[in-house]
């Protein structure tokens, strides 16, 4: 089944703990991102890259690294999470040669920092 | 830098009306143009997209949309709506091809009443 994954699924952590979301995606898509879901303020695209060792900022990459050492994977790592990094985040995939016509997301990781 | 509008927060239906949500872009150039939704407690969806030709868009779940370039408007319409339509629209953009950073809008709820 085609799928994108992300783990943990809920995460509670304190202020300057460092943490990884895990993203992986089984469709050997070249194109990954990361959004982070806010209320009233929709998606806002974090990183993303356009295959291994390519990766580019969003609108909103302040606060967060990102690392594309193999096609399948894109962690999302926080190394210093701050209260509003708070917030619900998608991964997703998508093959180039498609478009967003493929994009997949994942089930999304919800994210409190206290 | 691409932007997207929806001014429309939260609309309320009733079973069997007429549904037009609002879109509109800020980009000089060439655009892609995407309608995503997300149904309670869930990831998101391609509902359409609109890459070039036939302006107006056909859909999943008989829902289309039209883009007028005159007015930057990538509008989504379903003639009528069931409750199981209750969920959270975006709209998105893509400016260039090769540009692969998707700027979405800030979401419409949509509530529709059996």
């Known amino acids: 089944e085609a799928q994108v994954t992300q783990n943990p699924r809920y995460l509670i952590t304190v202020t300057g703990k460092k943490l990884t979301v895990t993203c992986s995606q089984n469709m050997n898509h070249e194109y990954m991102s990361w959004y982070r879901q806010d209320p009233g303020l929709g998606l806002r695209q974090i990183y993303y890259?356009?295959?291994?060792?390519?990766?580019d900022k969003g609108d909103v990459p302040e606060g967060y690294k990102v690392s594309r050492k193999e096609k399948r994977n894109f962690p999302l790592i926080l190394e210093s999470p701050s209260p509003n990094q708070t917030s619900l985040y998608f991964c997703a995939s998508s093959s180039l040669a498609g478009g967003y016509e493929t994009q997949y997301f994942g089930p999304g990781t919800r994210l409190l920092v206290l | 830098a691409q932007s997207v509008s929806q001014h429309n927060h939260h609309v309320i239906l009733s079973e069997a009306a007429s549904l037009e949500l609002g879109c509109n872009y800020s980009?000089?150039?060439?655009?892609?143009l995407f309608w995503y939704v997300q149904y309670p407690g869930q990831h998101l969806q391609l509902l359409l997209k609109y890459f070039s030709g036939d302006p107006l868009v056909k859909g999943i779940k008989g829902f289309e949309a039209e883009f007028i370039k005159s007015k930057f408007s990538f509008n989504l319409r379903k003639p009528s709506v069931q409750w199981s339509d209750t969920a959270e629209y975006f709209c998105a953009v893509t400016a260039d091809f090769g540009n692969e950073k998707l700027t979405f809008g800030t979401g419409t709820r949509l509530t529709i009443i059996p």
């Open positions: 980009y000089g150039g060439t655009v892609n």
């Open positions: 890259s356009m295959n291994v060792e390519v990766t």
